[in-house]
C-alpha cells in the first residue's frame, strides 16, 4: 500500500517507484496544489492571566480555511491535488472514530467531487469527537468499523478499489511534510515584522508526524527556532525517527541538503503530556483548556489541549539551561505554539446531520470510567 498513489500498482511501477525514490533529485515533491485555504494564517503573542516567564507566541491554523480549518487543509492542497492528477475516483483513509484527518478529507475531497471511505479505529468517546465523527458522515464518509489498528490496516488493503487514492493517518507522507516545511516561510515573514528573529521552540502536537516533520525542515533550512518540540499524545516509541525519516526524505527528494545529525539535535519529543493514552484528556490538559478559553482558543482532549499545556510549561520555565545558556538569557525566551484544530465552529457542518450515529459506529466511541466527573488516568 502506497499512501499518496492511486491503487492498483503494478510491479513493474512499483520497481520504478523505488527506483526513483533511489534518485531523488529526479523525482521531487509534486508542485501542484488545489488551494482550498486562505494564508498566511495568524500570529499573535498570547496573554494569559497569570504572566509567563518567556513570551508564547500562536500561529493560528486553526484559520486555515472557513469551510474547515487546522492542520489539514495545507496538506490536503497538495494531496488532492495528487489525487486529482492520477484520476482518482474514491479517497480511501484510515483514522480514529473522531479524526480530524477524516472529517476534512471528506469536506475537501466532496468539493472536489471526490467520496471518502475510511477504516475507523476506536478512540474514548468525547462530545467532540462524535460530532466529529457525525458531521463527518454528513458529508458523505462510508465508514468502515475496524476492532483494532491492526484490524484496521488489514480492512484498508481488503477495501481498496481500482481508482482508489489512499491517504495515510493524519494525511501522512511527503506531500503534507512539504506543506508545513513551506508554512515555515510563512510564519518567518511574520514574526521578522513582529520583531522576532529567532524562536526558543516551535510547540506542535503530533500523531502522524508530519506536520512536525515538516516544521523540523522548515526549522532546519530557515534557523527560524532553536527546536522544534513534538509533543507526543499517544505512546509511540518511533517518533522520533518517524518525524526526522519524514523530514529528510522530504528535503532529499527536493535535493536539499541532509544533516541528519543537525535534525536530530533540533527535534525534541515531549512525552509528558500523553496521560492515559490516545484520547484521554489528562490533568494538565483540562489545565491549558481553561487558559486557553480565557484568551478565545478552543482546544480538545486528543491533541491540542496536550500541546498548549507544553507550550505553556517551556515558556513559564525559567530561561537557559545547558551550553551557551548564558547567551540565551540575554536573548528574548519565546516559545511559538502552532495551532492545529479547526477553529470552524462544527455546527455548520452538523447542521441536518441525525442525532445520534448509527450503532455499528457509536461502538468506536469507548467511554471511559469516569472520576469526578473527568476521564482522568
Ligand atoms: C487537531 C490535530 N492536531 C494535530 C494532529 C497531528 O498532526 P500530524 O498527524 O501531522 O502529526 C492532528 C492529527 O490528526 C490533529 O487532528
Redesign the pocket.
Known amino acids: 500500500m502506497f499512501p499518496g498513489e492511486t491503487f492498483p500498482r503494478k510491479t513493474g511501477e512499483v520497481k520504478a517507484s523505488f527506483f526513483q525514490m533511489a534518485s531523488a533529485r529526479s523525482n521531487p515533491i509534486d508542485a501542484d496544489v488545489i488551494p482550498l485555504g486562505s494564508y498566511p494564517t495568524p500570529v499573535r503573542k498570547v496573554e494569559l492571566p497569570e504572566p509567563l516567564e518567556g513570551e508564547l507566541w500562536l500561529k493560528d491554523d486553526g484559520h486555515s480555511a472557513q469551510l474547515y480549518g ?3 487543509v495545507r ?1 490536503l492542497e497538495r494531496l488532492l491535488a495528487l489525487a486529482q492528477r492520477q484520476g482518482a475516483r474514491r479517497l480511501l483513509t484510515i ?1 480514529a472514530a473522531g ?3 477524516v472529517l476534512a478529507t471528506c469536506v475537501f475531497g466532496a468539493r472536489l467531487g471526490l467520496p471518502t471511505r475510511a477504516v475507523l479505529t476506536p478512540q474514548p468517546w468525547t462530545e467532540h469527537a462524535e460530532d466529529t465523527l457525525r458531521a463527518a458522515l454528513h458529508a458523505g464518509l462510508a465508514a468502515v468499523p475496524a476492532t483494532s489498528g491492526l484490524a484496521a490496516l488489514r480492512l484498508l488493503r481488503r477495501e481498496r478499489q481500482p481508482g482508489d487514492f489512499v491517504i495515510g ?4 507522507g511527503v506531500a ?1 511534510t512539504w506543506a508545513y516545511r513551506l508554512a515555515v516561510d510563512e510564519l518567518q515573514e511574520q514574526l521578522r515584522r513582529a520583531g522576532i528573529e529567532r524562536l526558543e521552540g516551535i510547540v ?9 516533520a515538516g516544521l523540523l525542515a522548515g526549522v532546519l533550512e530557515t534557523g527560524i527556532a532553536r527546536r522544534v518540540i513534538a509533543v507526543q ?1 499517544a505512546a509511540n516509541p518511533l517518533l522520533r525517527a518517524i518525524i526526522t525519516g519524514q523530514a529528510l526524505n522530504a528535503l532529499w527528494r527536493q535535493g536539499r541538503p541532509l544533516h541528519a545529525a543537525r535534525a536530530l539535535a533540533r527535534l525534541e519529543i515531549e512525552s509528558s503530556f500523553v496521560g492515559a493514552g490516545y484520547g484521554h484528556a489528562s490533568e494538565r490538559a483540562i489545565t491549558a483548556t481553561g487558559l486557553a478559553r480565557s484568551f478565545g482558543l478552543a482546544l ?1 482532549p ?3 489541549a496536550k ?1 498548549f499545556a507544553a507550550a505553556i510549561e517551556r515558556t513559564h520555565a525559567p530561561a537557559g539551561g545547558g551550553a551557551g545558556s548564558k547567551l540565551r538569557l540575554r536573548q528574548r525566551h519565546a516559545y511559538l505554539y502552532w495551532h ?3 477553529s470552524v465552529p462544527l455546527t455548520a457542518l452538523l447542521t441536518g446531520a441525525p442525532e445520534a450515529l448509527p450503532n455499528e459506529l457509536a461502538h468506536l466511541l469507548r467511554k471511559p470510567p469516569l472520576r469526578d466527573g473527568r476521564d482522568v488516568p
Request: net charge positive; proline share 3%; no cysteine.
Open positions: 487546522g492542520n489539514k496538506k483514522g479524526s480530524h484527518h493517518p493524519g494525511g501522512w503534507g506542535v502536537a503530533a500523531g502522524s508526524g508530519s506536520t512536525a499524545v480538545e486528543t491533541y491540542t500541546a492545529t484544530l479547526s
